[in-house]
């Protein structure tokens, strides 16, 4: 704020009042973030519980009392949970509570590849097709309508039979699937916003057409993008589980949640709490990432800007 | 009026239509003539779906899909920018020489950007100026329309002003670039009567510090008439009358501009009988070789339904497209 302006040297009142008319801090404004999140029970929840589990996932070494990988065979296999062992030994005598530990990396990791791939190739693609419409937004629906029509499993299988299993080729198919639904959204969204008056008046001022989409579309779409993206994080933690419980996913010893999962099918009789840590695992994130992506939803409402973002 | 005045743009036999299926075409402005002078505040007036609002984006070329502009001439500055490309539209004429401000103000904003932004955004676009000069200008702005305290306002968004700020920011937007002519589509129309009369005091006082020329385009007689030099009425894409202020609400010729007069209360008349024009607006797709208010005027003659009437002058700066009038009454005075 310039003060050299006024003739009169400014009061102390007026600094008063000038510094009240400030930019909220960024204090101010994480304080107000807080504030809002509180009456948001969905955020909150869903928001801790991500940030524990990224947490773990950053942290697998410091918190794990074993590697993944570790076995002793010496001692006694399929274990019960114990002091020792908080989640019991697997059929190779591995601590099941450092694998899962490790698992986190390796699902949110990929969950987080994947669904961000699908979004960051699917948003412009279908942006495109929602505003340029014509030929280019029929074939492109066309297009999307042919992979959406593939189930998740077939599609990832199929891939993996093609260019062989191994995590890239994870990554990869499920990223694809995630392509059409992104570029759907963003397609329904631009078509909604391209009519308002705003981007009337934007071409008035004479903005060239790259502009309006980026300046003043995409900005306005983005809320449902990003509740989008953290709601398709748990499904995709859900799909990487089911393809590596098929054997055609992560390959061992990598510990991903899903072959957990289908390591401990074969020893259910032996040893049935085996599989309750990992699948519990899934549900967790998962539900993290429906509750947070259902509270994002209502604090991207652009109402709300200009209070912290 | 005050000084001597010169064209700023013509408008020449423009004609938009909007293409419906099975090949039949609405012709929303029709063989439309008139022009602007520098400075002065031209009223439009005519019922919804007159077409107005598409004449106005027909200056502009940003009629919407499936819209066309078929034939006509915009003259500005002896040039014909119809023939522009859309970036030289861009470039040339859109918010640097013609700007428009909306109906409703806060459909018309970025909810994503904060005012400074927008009104930078035409700066960003038209000028040259460095981030400082931004600024300045930009404070310069909206100390011009009146925002208070605009240090603070600026780094707001549109959703914490109010209607009235709302539609002062869009007039800073649009004069951010000096244009010639600013295009008022309905200015007032979503606002409360108190901030109406500000923002219109605003208009009309811009042009006493060399402003540009206004095109206000409103379904309010009271209001056009009120504020503006000369008053175009339209009916369905056609200028019923042509004529300055004064001379339209004395000695108003068509009987179109008649019937609207009639429907407008009069606080000066007690006990007035207030009329309504019968029927409504003709189907745009079927219209005849008629007048195109022939259905609905009381004084509707054989000819009306057989042949479209010219717009004649009349007198100084009148014009009338109507039958009765075709034959000039005293010479044309």
């Known amino acids: 704020m310039s003060t050299g302006e006024s003739p009169h040297p400014v009061s102390e009142i007026g600094l008063v009042a000038r510094d009240m008319l400030k930019k909220p801090s960024v204090r101010e404004r994480v304080k107000n973030f807080f504030s809002f999140a509180k009456g948001n029970k969905k955020l909150m929840i869903g928001g801790f519980m991500l940030l524990f589990i990224a947490v773990v996932a950053l942290c697998a070494p410091l918190i794990a009392p074993y590697t993944y990988n570790e076995m002793r065979t010496s001692e006694t296999l399929l274990e019960a949970p114990s002091w020792k062992h908080p989640f019991g030994t697997d059929n190779f005598g591995r601590d099941v509570f450092s694998r899962v530990v490790y698992g986190t990396r390796v699902s949110l990791g990929i969950a987080i590849l994947c669904v961000g791939l699908g979004t960051i190739v699917g948003v412009p693609i279908g942006m495109l097709a929602g505003y340029l419409g014509g030929w280019f937004d029929i074939l492109i629906m066309r297009l999307s309508d042919v992979i959406m029509t593939i189930p998740t499993i077939l599609m990832a299988v199929t891939i993996t039979a093609i260019m062989g299993s191994g995590l890239k080729v994870v990554i990869f198919a499920l990223a694809l699937v995630y392509i059409p639904g992104a570029a759907r959204l963003a397609r329904s969204m631009v078509y909604s916003i391209k009519e308002r008056e705003y981007v009337a008046a934007a071409k008035v001022i004479g903005e060239p057409q790259h502009r309006i989409l980026w300046r003043y579309i995409f900005p306005n779409c983005i809320g449902p993008i990003i509740v989008q993206f953290t709601l398709r994080l748990s499904s995709a933690v859900l799909a990487e589980a089911g393809i590596s419980y098929l054997g055609y996913g992560t390959q061992p010893p990598i510990p991903s949640w899903g072959l957990m999962l289908s390591d401990s099918q074969g020893y259910m009789w032996q040893a049935p709490i085996l599989c309750i840590f990992p699948g519990l695992a899934i549900l967790v994130l998962v539900l993290a990432g429906n509750l947070f992506g259902d509270g994002l939803r209502d604090l991207l409402d652009p109402r709300f800007k200009g209070r912290f973002v | ?333």
């Open chain 2, 1 to 333: 009026m005050k000084t001597k005045r010169s064209e700023y743009i013509r408008v020449e036999h423009l004609t938009t239509s909007f293409k419906l299926p099975h090949g039949r075409r609405l012709v929303a402005v029709d063989d439309l003539s008139f022009n602007i002078y520098h400075g002065e505040i031209l009223g439009v007036v005519g019922e919804s779906g007159s077409g107005k609002s598409v004449m106005a984006k027909s200056l502009l070329q940003l009629v919407p899909p499936p819209g066309t502009i078929d034939s006509g001439k915009v003259f500005l500055n002896g040039v014909d920018i119809l023939t522009y490309s859309d970036k030289e539209m861009r470039s040339n004429i859109r918010g640097t020489e013609i700007s428009m401000i909306f109906q409703e103000p806060m459909s018309a904003l970025n909810p994503s950007f904060s005012v400074k932004w927008q009104i930078e955004e035409v700066l960003r676009l038209h000028t040259t100026l460095n981030k400082q000069e931004r600024y300045e200008r930009v404070l310069d702005l909206l100390r011009k329309v009146s925002i208070p305290d605009p240090e603070k306002r600026m780094k707001e968004y549109p959703h914490q002003f109010s209607g009235g700020m709302q539609q002062r920011v869009l007039i800073a937007i649009a004069l951010a670039s000096s244009p010639r002519l600013l295009i008022a589509d309905e200015p007032t129309t979503a606002l409360d009567v108190t901030v109406q009369a500000d923002i219109m005091d605003f208009l009309e006082g811009m042009r006493q510090n060399d402003g540009p020329s206004i095109l206000l385009i409103s379904h309010n007689l009271n209001l056009v008439t009120e504020r503006s030099d000369r008053i175009m009425v339209m009916y369905a894409g056609r200028i019923m009358e042509m004529a300055t202020s004064i001379d339209l609400v004395n000695n108003p010729l068509h009987p179109y501009t008649i019937g609207l007069m009639d429907s407008v209360p009069d606080m000066g008349k007690e006990g007035q009988k207030l009329t309504a024009i019968p029927g409504e607006l003709p189907n745009l797709a079927e219209l005849g070789n008629g007048c195109v208010f022939y259905s609905r005027c009381s004084k509707a003659m054989p000819i009306c339904e057989k042949t479209k009437p010219e717009p004649v002058k009349v007198g100084t700066e009148h014009y009338c497209s109507c039958h009765l009038h075709q034959v000039v009454p005293d010479g044309g005075r």
